[in-house]
């Protein structure tokens, strides 16, 4: 016999599981901005998004599971737009192709102050699992700029070689802008920001042996 989902006020039970879990990650996004992922308790948590604790633990096994989420979302949303772009640019100049990229991701974790303040301030040493997660996504950046360097050398506008340690300072000098501009009451202005990026990355790329 084949068991048919209940509906609650004409949402069933699994829109209701999804739409609840999604109200959690909101709240945390913003009390882990406001107050601190440190201060906020699952209480707040819960008064703000509107359910109960055991709809919290429902959904989440531990208040840090909130912040491996929204911090992955983050970098996940981020990195399907600029990858979203690469079809568009991809006969373009180094100089264009880069900028659209850089231009692309800046505008995708400044759309909202509390998304570089979340994933480059509150989520930085909470735990192992953060630490191992944040590693996670270091990685996929740096590659992503060493691609784009090695096509930068395979045009004939960057040296031939191993850009393995320039990727990585690069995500390095790009998480301490993004942490630079929240710091600032209204933030920074974004432009400003991506040019800045702009010139670091096109300097470190093509730049001699």
């Known amino acids: 016999m084949t068991r048919v989902k209940r509906a609650y006020a004409g949402v069933e039970g699994g829109q209701r599981k999804a739409e609840r879990r999604e ?10 901005t406001a107050r601190g992922y440190q201060q906020t308790k699952i209480v707040d948590l819960c008064t703000v998004a509107g359910v109960s604790t055991r709809n919290f633990y429902e959904e989440f096994q531990a208040k840090e599971q909130l912040l491996l989420a929204l911090h992955r979302r983050i970098n ?3 990195l399907r737009r600029v990858t979203a772009v690469l079809d568009t640019i991809a006969d373009a100049d180094v100089v264009t192709r880069v900028s659209t990229l ?6 995708s974790v400044t759309a909202d102050p509390r998304l570089p303040k979340l994933a480059y301030v509150e989520a930085v040493g909470v735990s192992v699992d953060m630490e191992r ?7 996929h950046w740096a590659k992503f700029i060493e691609s784009e360097a090695r096509h930068a050398a395979e045009q004939g506008v960057a040296p031939d070689r191993d850009y393995r340690l320039t990727a990585i300072a690069l995500v390095g000098a790009i998480t301490g802008l993004l ?19 702009r010139g670091l990355m096109l300097a470190a790329i093509t730049r001699p042996v």
């Open 102 to 107: 850089l231009d692309t991701f800046v505008a």
């Open 76 to 78: 996940a949303e981020a």
């Open 133 to 139: 997660q944040h590693r996670e996504w270091l990685t």
């Open 23 to 32: 109200r959690l990650l909101l709240a945390a996004l913003d009390l882990f």
């Open 179 to 197: 942490r630079e501009w929240q710091a600032h009451t209204p933030p920074l202005a974004a432009d400003e920001i991506a040019t800045e990026i």
